[in-house]
């Protein structure tokens, strides 16, 4: 053992209640701080994605807002950490779609533990004695507390418990053989009672009360395990610890005898099976292993699901390998791929047992007879072709045989009673946003997978920075499919990364396996996705064909339209595609979306081709899609706008696939489309919205001033000049007192605002409102009025700016729209920021919560600005840094730079009054010279200017003048980093947040 100088010491425990710091720790005092941190411990080293995290927060009541809830409880939590000087120790990273926790070294209690118990398999007893002695001190309670027995932490605590008493028996083991019996009866008492249905310390106990000369109750604490297996499970005494009963009879009667001893009692030498060795590692399946274990630990039967290729064979030798020594009689695979005829399945698993046929008895009653007194694990590997065989089997050989346990996989369920399913999920792959350095690639477990196989197939290859952006494009486009992955490595013997990645158009049939492997279904890719194609019944071919036109996730209603079936008949293929894993159901949303892999979706175009069905798929598709965006139009209007805007969200990629289609083949429905987005790009959609409405505008169509207006939109990227080309265009197409001017007009009001020109932004809003008026549409009315306040405030008009302010709320209250809710508080919150400030303030509360929920990124993000703006103004400067932070990731996000510059100047603004005098000038210097920043005019332009002297003189004019310069010089990402990380020098400077 290292000196205890070197030790690290520990400042993340989980092995009881969980605690941050050094020495005794302190407790997490927030019960959302510590479900966020039990999640993200309990799978550490992974990234766990956002909606399963706020799901275990905060359960079925989730906040209006979930993501941005849950991004200032991880600030908080990231707080929690340095407060309890844990930065070293422990590192939360977002990482899409999440956040990832790396503990650092054995700075966690659990870390330190298990490296303590697997250094003590290797010593001998005096030293591993000392070992464990140490590991379990680590423990004061159960691990995970009172978080133990939700489901995502379930079976890392089950785990981790599991180790905990298998420690302490090796514990016990080492103190025998030490000949120290007495000092673990009070462990062995603990052991029992935590679970008196275990054999090994059972075995034990007698060893040691006989060792101490108490051969009586040596015998009686047989007895009583005897005892409790027949009360409980119906079963009698294993046979291991009959033997171990005889042999304290023979030497209690023949004392020169050697007494018996514990270690190994009842577990053969050497494990018996047939498992083979495998032939090569497994790559980023830790977690799934350990949940295997676990869940294999407490249910008797575990199917691993999951679709062709992604791993489930290869998982389930690691998990029966590792778990054989828990059976006394070994762990046996049965492959049942090879049999055509269902009704051979259990000829075949007799033949691997060995089981002999006998006159008079069925193959399953000789099975039975010959399993029932044995502890065994059967790996019954590839179900899913005789699914009814194999499952009758089970489930009788599970009822009649109690020391069998059961480890399937299939691709679809079994459907016994006792099954636990474990989806077998690709391997993760590179976010698109991933930085493209080696080190942070070759951690993904797809690209760890690939490079591994590649460096196989030819030992010279190695991840560099010249291949590694084609090898994580080869990572995502074959899904993290561990198949595909390890076909597509093979191929690096005679093409390179970006070689490979540019054939995977044809990925079905360039992905062919030069090895010898037994099974020709796993030859190709191809032949993999055809073994579950074949499986499906002809009406479920025909759904999965047409769902494969879906470009993103789909509802239920999505595929009723597209398939084409009857709503009942679609269920049931759904439901039947998603039994055979070949559709992906993703049950936290309401209502439930489906996925399909991206390989699985290239093979069910090719046979909705071969079919000539791929035309009328596409056009059924479109239609849906532009049904569906008019429909979402007319709900963005009222009171259910959230769901609206969150149903847009989930299917943009198809709303983005109809559109591409539509243009093509079906240009009317592409205008329709675009014009039925108008309001959600108003909202803040992304900025992709706007060109497609350019691109579909049509000449003399009668939705083009509709579409003009959408394609207006890019004036939220900051491009004024093309919005107001597209605004002026669309008021050509329309007469002077259609109503429908109102669309273009609410475009050309916003810019000139954004201009300055606050006398034609009033006229243009009044204009905009009277015709919303005259159209009978509230909605707009209400938006166009609560936007001419705006104007009345920078002009200092603040008495016309509050009444109509307050004039919008009332109108917004009366459709119950939260974006027009939000608009009219954040106008009054304009009016009163310097003046009213509390005022202000609870008005900006109201406006960010029915932001929130209506889901209107643009509303949201102004309303953050202002906020921000008024900590500055009134003395909080920590609470405005930390809204800039968020201000600024969320414009960044948006893709707006029309506001994120207004953001920087509040920034400027900001650090000025700090005296952070340097970066204030660089950022001075970038704002004055970018060409996506609008003029700043009234109270903004005078502080502006103020600021601009202040740091002339703070700094003289060179280093003003050098300052400004390095700004000029920057490009809008660096702008962004530097304000960024001003923002986060200024909360580390002014330290945490003082909580009421």
Known sequence: MAPEAEVEPVRVRVLGSLQLGDDDGAPLRSARLRRLFAVLLARRGTVVSSDRIAQFVWGDGQPADPSAALQTLVWRLREALSDAGCDGAARLLTRAPGYLL?????????????????????EPPEHAAELLEEALSLWRGPAYAEFADDEVVRAEATRLEELRLTACSDWVDALLALDRPDETLARLASII???????????????????????????????????????????????????LQATILRQSREPGRAPPIARGAGVPSRPSGNLPLEASDLVGRAGDVATAQATLGRSRVVTLSGPGGVGKTRLALRVATDARSRYRDGAWICELAGVADASAVPDLVATTLGVQQRLGHT????????????????????????????????????????????????????????????????????????????MTAAAVPSVALFCRRAGAAAPTFALTDDNVAAVTEICRRLDGLPLALELAATRIRALSPADIADR????????RSGRRIREERHRTLASAVDWSYRLLTPRQQAAFNRCNVFMGSFTLAAAVAVVGSTEPEVVDDVSGLVDKSMLVAHTNHAPVRFTMLETLRAYG????????????????????????????????????????AQALAGAFDDLRSAHQWSLVHRPELAMRLSAALFVYGE?????EVPAWAARAAAPQHPLLPVVLAAAAGTRFSGDLTHSAAHARRALCAVAENDPVRRYPICALADIALFEGRL????????????????????????????????????????????????????????????????????????????????????????????????????????????????????????????????????????GNWTQQWITIRQVIDLLVRLGAHEQAAVLYGALTESTTATTAYGPDAARLRSHADTLRTELGAQRYSTAVERGVASNDDEVIQLARAEIDRVLSALGPAVHA
């Not at 995977?504 to 992905?511: A, D, I, K, N, P």
């Open 102 to 122: 790396e503990i650092e070294g054995e700075h966690a209690d659990l870390v330190r533990f298990e490296r303590l118990v697997h250094a003590a398999a290797a």
């Open 683 to 687: 909202a803040g959609a992304p900025s």
């Open 759 to 894: 006398t034609d932004a009033v006229q243009l809003y009044t204009r905009q409102s009277d015709l919303a008026k005259a159209a009978g549409d509230t909605y707009f009315a209400a938006y166009a009025t609560a936007n001419s306040s705006l104007p009345h405030t920078y002009q200092g008009d603040i008495g016309t700016a509050v009444q109509l302010a307050e004039q919008a709320k009332r109108l917004g209250t009366a459709i119950a729209n939260p974006t027009i809710l939000a608009w009219a508080d954040y106008a009054l919150a304009e009016a009163l920021l310097d003046d009213q400030p509390d005022r202000a303030r609870l008005a900006l509360d109201r406006a960010i919560t029915h932001a929130r929920s209506a889901r209107n990124r643009f509303v949201l993000g102004v309303t953050l600005i202002a906020a921000s703006s008024l900590h500055i103004r009134h003395g909080d400067p920590r609470h405005a840094a930390a809204l800039l932070g968020e201000t600024i990731d969320h414009w960044s996000l948006a």
């Open 504 to 511: 995977l158009e044809r990925r079905l049939q360039f992905l």
């Open 193 to 243: 009672e935590a679970d008196p249905l275990r054999e090994r310390p059972r075995a034990q106990l007698m060893c040691a009360l006989y060792r101490l000369g108490r051969t009586a109750e040596a015998l009686q604490a047989y007895r009583d395990y005897r005892d409790v297996l027949a009360a409980e499970l119906g079963l009698d005494a294993p046979p291991s610890l009959r033997a």
């Open 605 to 644: 175009r090719e046979r909705l081709a071969e079919r000539g069905e791929a035309f009328d798929a596409c056009a059924a598709h479109a239609t849906y899609h532009v049904e569906f965006a008019e429909a979402a139009d007319v709900g963005l209007r009222g009171a259910q706008e959230g769901a609206w």
């Open 363 to 438: 193959v399953i009653d000789r099975l039975v007879e010959y399993l029932r007194a044995r502890q065994m694990l059967l790996l019954l590997d590839n179900c899913e072709h005789v699914l009814d065989s194999a499952a009758d089997l089970i489930d009788t050989l599970v009822r009649d045989c109690p020391g069998m346990a059961i480890l399937a996989t299939s691709r679809e369920p079994l459907g016994v009673d006792g099954e636990r399913i474990l989806p077998v999920q690709p391997l993760p792959v590179p976010p698109t946003s991933m930085p493209g350095d080696t």
